[in-house]
């Protein structure tokens, strides 16, 4: 066994909690996250299969009875991050914040069973996985969807997964911040500053949830009411992609696919309409003051990954992610270098992420394999040689953020064992 399997098995073995598994080993995220859970569970895939499905399990768990299953998981007391369980104040069975992120879990679950053989057990609970993953998907579409346009909302910055992506500055600068916010960050004790969100962010962040708070949380209230709604490509995109792998699970565990077979029709045509035919960029909308958003983020190239079969756009959209690293030495920086809002080494402002770049190597696989080799290989580089951090540098390759991060060991795995 090569000694970086070796050490990615170790990182996922002790972030393990019970039950569930924490984005680091630091004091940076004490809790179980919602999209990070799912990249964890298929890197278990390849070395505990009970491992994977426990870790869907119990974020499933902690399902709301609308349907939504949230963020962040709050499983003990541990207040060192902010928000912590007493500020969201909600939850079903499990402690939990108010607000969900990008639903792969679908996609992931989808690859683990297009690889893995289960036994009598295994199947039993992985129907049980199935159904509530419909329920999930079903509530996306009941209430961030309300009009049926076959776009999703995203309610809070959070919810992107990007959280400080310059794709929100514009709406957030509109938001008047709360008077008299009291908090403490837990964050920028542990990790460097300059490397994560401004206060002023935060600020903003918190304005938003305490307003979603104050609705209690309420699906069809907060759709009209928050501060922030927004149509994000990336989003959209791995969520069509999730409804897409979903459709084939309920198929095979017989279960009724109607509403999301029919979702994915509406979608596929209306991810179009984010599309500038003239610019061959895709953007988003910010529903609440009606405005097109258009930052050259990674995240529009998602929408490789929701394998729409329009070659002419895969194609112009292929073309513009080659330029778009031209003088790329460590890929994908998360916005455009060039663009006057790139910082390189601010979270989601510039910094490499793996599960953008796993993200976009799926996308290109099928469209490109000469790139995606490209992509995957220097993917793997980058983690070989730097360690399996949170984030790193574009420019430079130096890693940032929180180091032993699970999301970085679990796609490495995949990246070097999947049947790619
Ligand atoms: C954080 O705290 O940085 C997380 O990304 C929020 O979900």
């Not at 499905?53 to 399902?63: A, F, K, P, V």
């Not at 963020?71 to 991050?81: A, M, P, R, V």
């Not at 049980?128 to 996306?140: A, G, P, Q, S």
Request: charged share 30%.
């Amino acid at each position: 066994m090569n000694k970086f399997i070796k050490k990615a098995q170790k990182i996922l073995k002790e972030n393990k909690r019970s039950g569930y598994t924490l984005p680091t080993n630091n004091k940076l995220y004490p809790a179980q996250w919602n999209w990070d859970s799912a990249f964890i569970a298929l890197g278990y895939s390849y070395f505990n299969l009970d491992f994977a499905i426990d870790e869907i399990n119990t974020l499933l768990r902690g399902q709301w009875k609308d349907g939504m299953v949230p963020h962040i998981l709050f499983h003990d007391k541990n207040t060192n991050y902010y928000p912590n369980y007493t500020a969201w104040n909600c939850g079903n069975k499990i402690s939990s914040s108010g607000i969900t992120q990008p639903p792969v879990m679908a996609s992931i679950l989808k690859k683990i069973l297009d690889k893995d053989e289960l036994n009598k057990k295994q199947f039993i609970k992985i129907k049980k996985i199935v159904k509530k993953l419909k329920k999930y998907h079903e509530w996306f579409i009941k209430y961030r969807d309300p009009d049926k346009t076959g776009l999703v909302s995203i309610l809070h910055p959070w919810e992107s997964g990007y959280d400080n992506s310059p794709l929100w500055d514009s709406s957030l600068n509109k938001i008047k911040t709360e008077k008299n916010l009291k908090y403490k960050r837990g964050d920028i004790k542990v990790i460097n500053p300059e490397f994560r969100p401004l206060d002023i962010d935060y600020d903003r962040y918190v304005t938003i949830k305490n307003n979603l708070k104050k609705n209690n949380y309420n699906p069809k209230k907060i759709y009209k009411s928050s501060m922030f709604n927004v149509i994000d490509v990336g989003f959209n995109s791995l969520f069509l992609k999730a409804n897409k792998d979903l459709l084939i699970l309920l198929k095979k565990f017989n279960l009724n696919f109607l509403i999301i077979k029919k979702y994915i029709k509406i979608s596929e045509n209306k991810i179009l309409k984010l599309y500038d035919k003239k610019k061959d960029i895709f953007f988003c909308l910010d529903l609440k003051n009606k405005k097109k958003i258009k930052i050259p983020s990674i995240t529009n190239y998602f929408f490789l990954f929701a394998d729409l079969n329009n070659n002419l756009i895969n194609k112009k959209i292929i073309k513009n992610l080659k330029k778009y690293i031209k003088n790329q030495k460590f890929l994908f920086s998360s916005i455009n270098p060039n663009h006057r809002t790139f910082d390189e080494r601010r979270y989601w402002r510039g910094p490499v992420w793996i599960n953008c770049n796993w993200i976009i190597y799926q996308g290109l696989k099928n469209k490109d394999k000469s790139f995606s080799k490209i992509v995957k290989k220097k993917t793997i580089k980058l983690i070989e040689k730097q360690g399996f951090h949170e984030y790193y540098s574009c420019k430079n390759g130096k890693a940032m953020g929180a180091n032993n991060f699970s999301w970085s060991a679990a796609l490495y795995l995949d990246l070097i064992e999947g049947d790619n």
